[in-house]
């Protein structure tokens, strides 16, 4: 039979893209995501025990989120909170899980067979790394004319797929096979994605539901795209009357720290700790010299170049937060770690240690309450202390 021709496809760099999001939302990273967009900002341990996970574990989830290209999730001082993308990208799964039979609200994540409800709902859409598959969805997509789960898929030849998957990785300077195409599309037949019909495949209920998932997550991208576009192009407009445009800040930010963080350091640290924030302002790229606690082990007081991570700026956190960091940093570290009191460079989102401080903060200490311990920081303390 004659194959249909392609509906519109998205450029192959956002599907990969797309697809990198999609995969990176498995089970339990799904339900990280779930919680971090309610109204109030989760910390690690709180998520953690809401899914049943352990806090490293979570700790992976978040960075996952974080750095995806659609950026699902931003880490504030020890809390993390959605984006936009991170909300809408709920409501897109929830409508979809909700069609497949399965309520997000429902779930118990800490229940095995529960999970494996959401799993079923996902695979085959979160069980590769590779884009391959992602590529094969997109072909049957297109071809088959699925566009907002309205009609009724075409069914779209194995080799057609085939040609469309290699022209993809062609493009990525990468190669494929048509035995691996035809792997994917049998485990796409046997998660309930598609039915073959001889040497032709078409999308059913559940792999409708993926490929509309994966369009409307490129149609974010290339919306997150047009917004930076518009965004760059009006800072390059945005010029002096002698026509000299603003160097961005991040930049001048980054190597402004660099280089006056080498010039006065005593130690000679090299680099510093990033303070991630929810959101920014324009006087947080300004320099200032302030307060922190920095972790340094005992490895690293042997080796005074090494660079004591990570640090804790008293004048970021509450008395709460501060403890709950301390509390973390102990399960991690144990009692090898100190806490000292450094004078630190703080530029934008960075921070740079100094020289320790000579500050009277042993009282409130949280490294002090939890060993039960006063470590002193200096030769002068013990002195003191004698």
């Known amino acids: 039979m004659p194959q249909p021709s392609a509906t519109a496809s998205p450029p192959t760099d956002a599907l990969a893209q797309a697809g990198e999001t999609l995969q990176t939302l498995t089970p ?64 897109l799964f929830d409508g979809m ?22 799993a079923d709902c996902l695979t085959p859409l979160c069980d590769s790394r590779s884009p391959t598959p992602i590529f094969v969805l997109e072909a049957l997509r297109a071809r088959g004319g699925v566009v907002d789960l309205l009609g009724t898929p075409r069914p779209v030849s194995v080799e057609v797929v085939v040609d469309d998957v290699a022209r993809r990785h062609n493009e990525r300077g ?22 073959f019909d001889g040497e032709d495949c078409t999308l059913i209920d559940k792999g409708q539901e993926h490929a509309c998932l994966l ?18 192009g009006q800072r390059g407009s945005d010029q002096s009357e002698d026509g000299i445009q603003t160097e961005p800040q991040s930049s001048t930010a980054t190597t ?14 090299t680099g510093g ?45 509450t008395t709460e937060e501060l403890v709950e960091r301390a509390t973390h940093l102990h ?14 460079l703080q530029m934008g989102e960075e921070l740079h240690p100094l020289e320790e401080a000579e500050l009277s903060l042993d009282a409130v200490n ?21």
């Open 28 to 91: 339990r990273t799904l339900a990280t995501l779930l919680i971090v967009v309610d109204e109030d900002p989760q910390t690690q341990g709180d998520i953690a025990e809401m899914i049943g996970s352990a806090r490293s574990t979570v700790s992976k989830y978040l960075l996952s989120l974080e750095e995806l290209p659609l950026p699902l999730v931003l880490k504030g001082r020890q809390r993390y909170a959605g984006t936009d993308a991170g909300r809408t990208v709920v409501g």
């Open 97 to 118: 899980t909700e069609r497949l039979g399965v309520d997000l609200e429902t779930i118990d994540w800490q229940t095995d067979t529960e999970v494996e409800q959401i």
């Open 174 to 195: 990468e190669r494929t096979t048509t035995e691996q195409v035809r792997t994917i599309l049998r485990r796409f037949e046997d998660a309930d994605a598609i039915e």
């Open 215 to 232: 369009h409307r997550i490129v149609k974010l991208l290339e919306e997150q795209a047009e917004r930076q576009d518009e965004h760059d």
């Open 256 to 269: 402004g720290t660099s280089r006056v963080a080498n010039q006065v350091d005593p130690r000679q640290f």
């Open 273 to 317: 700790s990033t303070l991630s924030t929810a959101t920014s302002s324009d006087d947080q790229t300004m320099p200032s010299i302030i307060p922190a606690y920095w972790l340094i082990t005992d490895t690293e007081r042997e080796n005074t170049a090494t660079q004591p991570v990570p640090g804790l700026p008293l004048t970021t956190m």
């Open 331 to 344: 399960e991690e570290y144990g009692t090898d770690g100190t806490l000292v009191p450094y004078w630190t």
């Open 366 to 386: 949280p490294w002090t309450l939890l060993t039960g311990t006063s470590q002193p920081t200096d030769d002068r303390a013990e002195g003191d202390q004698s």
